[in-house]
Nanobody
């Protein structure tokens, strides 16, 4: 059983930065496809960034590309989302997700691809 625990959320002013962490237990992070999704009030959960198992190739959605960076640390068995130049529209609950298979690139942004989810953590960007 894989368990995911997010940390690092909070409040930040526009233009600021936050780093989210996802501690993984039950399986080695490099054997999982990892992703960060977010969900704002009244909106569907959307893909923000992810990385493939094994190679760790990363992917980001257009709205965060160049501002968000996803990574993993095999030694700490964790995944991260570094968020820079934050905007008010980035405010949402952010979820860490993991898939045990090897999803194709086109499915990385699908909620249904992922087998395990963290509890979510709030990120608020406002002045």
């Amino acid at each position: 059983q894989v368990q995911l625990l997010e940390s690092g959320g909070g409040w930040v002013q526009p233009g600021g930065s936050l780093r989210l962490s996802c501690a993984v237990s039950g399986r080695t992070v490099s054997t999982l496809a990892m992703a960060w999704f977010r969900q704002a009030p009244g909106k569907e959960r959307e893909f923000a960034a992810g990385l493939k198992r094994g190679t760790g190739t990363t992917y980001t959605t257009n709205s965060v590309r160049g501002r968000f960076t996803v990574s993993r640390d095999n030694g700490k068995n964790a995944a991260y989302l570094q968020m820079n130049s934050l905007k008010p529209e980035d405010s949402a609950v952010y979820y860490c997700a993991a898939a045990t298979g090897s999803p194709i690139v086109s499915s990385l942004s699908d909620v249904s691809t992922y087998d395990y989810w963290g509890q979510g953590i709030q990120v608020t960007v406002s002045s």
